[in-house]
């Protein structure tokens, strides 16, 4: 008995001293090893098939396209070092760079931009961005280096959206396990994936441009914000951009154990009013409503100051953006004046407003519903799951007010043609202009640069503004939070390109 | 006994059966359409129409159900849509995850929760009894999510040993380990990355655990057979421990079985604060996703360790009460 006794003793304190001496291991990560946050773990790693931010993070440090937009958005070169429009805009020219290999050594041509389109272009493979290509008509390789895109018919925005597809190889692209698996151009190669949890990166010594500077790279996923900024602040990861904790951020710019980077991005809030029925197929209803969202008040106190007053479709980062179009400032007065003249003068009518799940939309919906009363409107708020919601707004024109958003909004055409044209594959609210089709459906045949698209887009928003299908609610803003011993690095307001220059950043703790 | 096993095991079969149909039909009629959400917003209607054809959601729901009952029974879980990654595979990952967490909560809930409840018991009346039960009650009514954020901005944050998420080594395979190969390094990053998350929930299950330990032995306490005992001169602590928590033990056995079962799907919220990689963050992801594989795959899953764990404990009873016969 005593025997055993001193045996389980003599085990308890062995136990102890292994894990002791053990404990002196631990280390934080050291210089070589950069440590990116993530919300949400990739869906997955071909970029033929993913259509989630979380997924382009990660692939845009392992493969590349052919162009891409630096901080200020401007199209840069990158696979392609250089590109040309014929006169009449139905071919598109691309010199690639030369000396590029794959990450098993195998040389990148111009038979890989094929493949990568071709194969997206394909109806039986089911690529979910196959829309964004579908006027190119004909893929050419006129050698290694050289490839035209033939199209149907002239689109000039085409470039953007070629700046969203890295390109993938064709030697290896149709693996079983390429999704989960993949090899790219790019300046990190991966080594393994492990999800909800980690993505382990090294640098690609024989990346063809400026050589990766921290060799190993490691996404973490931390779906909740407040850990992630605790993480951050123990030192646990380095850097992070998106769902920073807004009531947070002023302590942190405050606080020089921080870096805070912003900037505007390239997505907006809005309410989607239902045109085809009821009171709301009134333009002067919709704008009486418009009246009634207090922007000013929802960006400071919902949004916490991340984010501007919405005031149109086009991100304020673009050339295209128009600010002077009619603003609806928030007054109860205007919406009333316009409601009379709608011929409600004392409102008395009742509108369902969904939303989903989301803390935010539904504490502006709460708001709305308030400021509605004022006028004699009922605002019944309805709060759907994620799924069941998009069903209703996509699907049906079950609902009077929904609010969404938009992401991504990179051109003038992306942010409008879709969401307002009348067969636009978003027009979710009914809405038809005549002018409007034809303005953007002109825009897209004209050259990007010009004075003549400016023109344009400064109509269309005016149109859209004062016809009100939407109720613009914010622009969105990227936040980017790191230590300040990470340094070449700028917040980027395209957030699936965060990470693009990572092989440029240096750490120095 | 072991009739009773085997009936037992048998009397899943028609359980889970039942467990897989309502399973999918939940997820095949609630809205949401996967193709639409896995093709994103710019998806023409025949591209979506083409997808439902690969993916057979355009069969009459019948035949879907037997199609996937069919591969279930042959261990094929199916592919996620979403992901095209085995769901047999995204599972199995994460179960050991899920249960080294359950285990681990469990067990701190119950080192603290009986030890608790006996002394309240013992004390009963004292305020050494109120104490012990106002405390109970404090950490059954703290979320666990709010628990776990607070330990993690109180505590986490200025200890280094302890990490703010995630989980790295084992606390299974690390004590396998440790005994192996005397490497205590993989224990050591498991206990560090448990402690944490497992205290979080761990708590709000003691506080349940010693209230029902006290009310159970003061109702044991209560017996003409202690008296006995007492009057016989036999120790105080040997009446307690040997002849009364014994007794007391079946309902605490019972309620850690549910609580066992109840923290696999339950932990989701604490999964999701402490960036744990288990079962319940997968089956939340893929329930916004419309996945329907994994959804299913891994609820039927979640129900055949809730069924065993439950078999499990209707058979601890035997061990601990030899009066309780199987038959």
Redesign the interface.
Known sequence: MQKRKLKRKFMFVLLVLVLVISVSGLAAADNDTLIIGSGAEAIGLDPRLETDVPSFERINVIMEPLVKFDVDMNLMPLLASDWEFSDNSLTLTFHLQKGVTWHDGTPFTAHDVKYTYEWVLNPDNGASNRGLYQDISEIEVVNDHEVKFHLAKPYSFLLNNIARMPITPKHDGDRSDFRQNPIGTGPYKLVSWTRDDRMILEANENYWGSKPIIPNLIFRTIPEDATRLLALEAGEIDIYQGGVVPQELPRLEQDSRFVVQRAAGTGYNYLGFNTRVGALGDVLVRQAVSHLINREGIVTRVLNGIGTPGIGPIPTGLPWFNPNVPHYEYSVEKAKELLAEAGYPDGGFKLRLYTNENPTRMRIAEILQHEAQQVGITVEVIIEEWGAYLTRIQETDDYDIFILGWSGQLDPDRAMIRQFHTDGSNNYTGYSNERLDYLLDYGRTVPPDSQESLDIYNEAQEIVVRDVPYGFINFSEEVGIHHPYIKNWSVHPYSAAAWQDAHRMVKDK | MLSYIIRRLAEMVPLLVGISILVFLLVHL????PV?????????E??VA??NR?YGFDRPLHEQYFRWAKNMLRGDFGTSI????PVSQ?VF??IPATLELAFVSVLIAVILGIPLGIFAAVKRGTIWDYISMIAALIGVSMPSFWLG?LL??RI??HV??L?????DGSVFGGLWI?LTK????V??DG?RHIILPALSIGISMMAIIARLTRSSLLEILGNDYIRTAHAKGLARYVVIFKHALRNALLPIITIVGIQFGAMLGGAIVTE????W?GLG??II?AI???DFPIIQGGVLMMAVIFTTVNLLVDISYALVNPRIRYD
């Open positions: 609630s809205p949401g359409d639409r959400m896995l093709l994103g917003e710019d998806a023409t025949e591209d083409n997808l690969i979403r992901q095209g990654v995204l990952q994460r954020l993690l901005s986490a944050l280094d040993f990490p703010m998420f995630g989980r440790l005397w490497d205590g390094s224990l050591l206990v999701t604060v402490f960036a990689p963050r997968l992801n916004s996703q419309r």
